[in-house]
């Protein structure tokens, strides 16, 4: 479409995300903008010289946002247990799995998740990409995102060596890999996998320097209990993996408590907080007060057999939490829509408008992208959905259950 065509767009249903969802809908477009937003008729009336294009019995909503994934790991596909509970068990499958795969069958893999991203109707990504593989296939699709270069290493020479190679890479991405739709920034990649030096500095200097800090927080009983200098086991694996240095002394904390002493829950940090399912009452009020990004998983708990998170508690205290896929190494597919359908399964109390939200806005909000992604607004990128399935009556129901993927479709103003 010609950047300077303009469009109104109807359909049966607009679900604009931040206001009620429209029957007979429309969505005005004009140079790759959204200009209106509306009922038919008052657009119509509004935008005099546009042409119209009409889908029917259709619906438009914003792209969804997967604010947490592992592209990079999309080789491993069905090559873990499900459901062992025990997070060594399942590292172990992966890594080894993972270490058999040469760098060409990643590319393959990873290059077509990223299309498959663009079908499940992802609009923007936060990827965890401590290999930089994934970039080179985003650049080249219209996903807007922030792609986080992690970091592993519990010691302080395992510490410094990581922040050299991480800081290497992130140079070699802002000159290699320009495009306004991408940021990039340093990621420590969990508490008990990060030494606490290098957590406290990345999380400063990208505050300073404006960037995003993801973080896997409070994802299993076995993190804690390592925190807590309680689990002697998963210590040993993380030496073994080469994650950890003798001499590794717990913080005895529990993980939001060591997080929040490493100064990542101080107001303005700009802290993407994922998963997030061992938490305890006071906890969930820590990271409401915080401002912290919430960022929930929870198909990838399920598999792993980590729990669940507490969402309706979250909800209660004011938190407004994304959604993300994790990466193929525990979910079957990336699909937000799929997300949202086992929410809609497991968390039955968890209603259809608050899942779209969780799956849209809240994303883009965390990725700091609101200002032109995650609703139907004026003023933001003319790139949304149609989906044109029969949904029979009110959509959101349909929409949070499971949808067929044929269905969907993008509509695009530039």
Known sequence: MNGSSKI????????????????????????????????FADVKSACIGFSVKDYGDAVFLPGLVNAHTHLDNSAVAGATPRGSGDFVVWAEAFLSAKDSISVEKKREAINAACTNLVDYGTIAV?????????????????????????????????????????????????????????SFSLAP????????SLIERIITENSSAGRLTSFHLAESPQEEAILMGEHDGFGCAMRKWDFMEEGFQPPR???????????????GRKMIAVHCVQLNDSEI???????????LCPRSNDYIGFGQPRIADMLAAGIEPCLG????GSVDTLSVFDEMAFIRQRHPAIQPETLLRMAMIN???????????????????????VYREELGGEPHEALTSG???????WIDGD
């Open 8 to 39: 109104i767009h109807r359909a049966r249903w607009v679900i604009p995300i931040d206001k009620p969802s429209l029957e007979d809908g429309a969505v005005a477009v004009s140079a790759g903008r959204i200009v209106d937003v509306g009922r």
């Open 126 to 182: 936060g990827d965890i990409c401590p290999t930089l593989l994934s970039p080179p296939y985003l650049v080249e699709l219209p996903v807007w995102g922030s792609i986080f270069i992690e970091m592993t290493g519990v010691g302080r020479e395992r510490g410094k060596t990581a922040l050299a190679e991480s800081k290497e890479k992130l140079s070699f991405a802002l000159v290699n890999f320009i495009n306004k739709r991408l």
């Open 189 to 196: 990649h969990a508490p008990y996998s990060t030494d606490p």
């Open 403 to 409: 949808i067929d993927g044929a269905g969907l479709e």
């Open 363 to 385: 994303g883009a909000r965390a990725l700091r992208l609101d200002a032109e992604l995650g609703s139907l607004s004026p003023g933001k990128i003319a790139r949304f959905l």
């Open 325 to 328: 896929t994790d990466g193929l």
């Open 285 to 295: 009020e820590r990271l409401a007060r915080s401002g912290c990004s919430i960022c």
């Open 253 to 267: 904390m529990r993980p939001v408590a060591y997080l929040e002493s490493l100064g990542g829950l101080a107001i």
